[in-house]
């Protein structure tokens, strides 16, 4: 694990991130040691920094750790995931972030999950979840640190013994899956859930509605899309 630029095993407990959730995070693939839509990563984590107004500028040293980080891998591990985490930084008692002006970024190496290989070949058996997402535009989009909706839907799907959940906001429109956006073609017509109110806007989402629009295909942006 890297924090801040150094390895390292520990945080501050006082450390937002642990305290509140208060911060963001990206997961990037990383495929025979090379980086797959590095930009894009860095520009959502920029933009969720902006919308939870986090005052983090180091994005050169994190660019430097990220590909320090990856500089010892070997032949058994060129395939993994990065998690890039910024925390609001160090504060006391209360949600009040007033004198939180030092973030902080923490880098940590994950095994590439083996089971998504099968599921692209096999597909994915789909149920829909009891649990629903909450309606919040500040937070739409952004993958923020506060997931207790994802942690609930999983720990639902436990029990079950589908691979993956539709998901609906409160209202009962479909907004993505567990862990995943979501696209459907109904009567010749692509459709994909808008995400103004609830939902994260995934990186590869955004790559797919790029070639929606590169193969001059129209993609419909649902608002009110119901499960029935």
């Known amino acids: 694990m890297i924090v801040n630029g150094q390895f390292q095993t520990e945080i501050s407990i006082t450390d937002r991130a642990l305290q509140y959730g208060d911060g963001c995070f990206t997961t990037i693939a990383?495929?025979?040691?090379?980086?797959?839509?590095?930009?894009?990563?860095?520009q959502r984590l920029k933009t969720s920094c902006h919308k939870l107004a986090i005052q983090f500028s180091a994005w050169?040293?994190?660019?430097?750790?990220?590909h320090a980080s990856l500089q010892n891998l070997n032949d058994q591990t060129r395939d993994l995931v990065i998690k890039v985490l910024i925390s609001r930084g160090q504060g006391g008692r209360g949600y009040s972030p007033k004198g939180c002006s030092t973030p902080n970024y923490i880098i940590t190496h994950h095994p590439y999950p083996q089971h998504y290989n099968q599921l692209q070949q096999n597909g994915i058996k789909l149920t829909v979840s009891p649990i629903q997402l909450a309606k919040q535009p500040l937070l739409a989009g952004i993958k923020h640190l506060n997931r207790m909706e994802q942690v609930l839907i999983k720990n639902d799907?436990?029990?079950?013994d589908f691979d993956d959940a539709l998901v609906c906001d409160t209202d009962g429109a479909i907004i993505e899956s567990s862990i995943a956006n979501c696209f459907w073609k109904q009567d010749g017509q692509w459709f994909t859930p808008d995400l103004t109110h609830s939902g994260v806007e995934g990186v590869m989402r955004k790559q797919?509605?790029?070639?929606?629009?590169k193969h001059g295909i129209n993609l419909d942006f649902v608002k009110k899309m119901y499960w029935s």
Do not use: W
Not at 30 to 40: K, P, Q, S
Not at 157 to 160: I, P, Q, W, Y
Not at 208 to 213: H, K, S
């Open 60 to 66: 050169e040293e994190l660019t430097r750790s990220i």
């Open 208 to 213: 797919v509605i790029y070639l929606f629009e």
């Open 30 to 42: 990383c495929r025979n040691g090379c980086l797959e839509f590095y930009d894009d990563h860095i």
């Open 157 to 160: 799907l436990l029990n079950s």
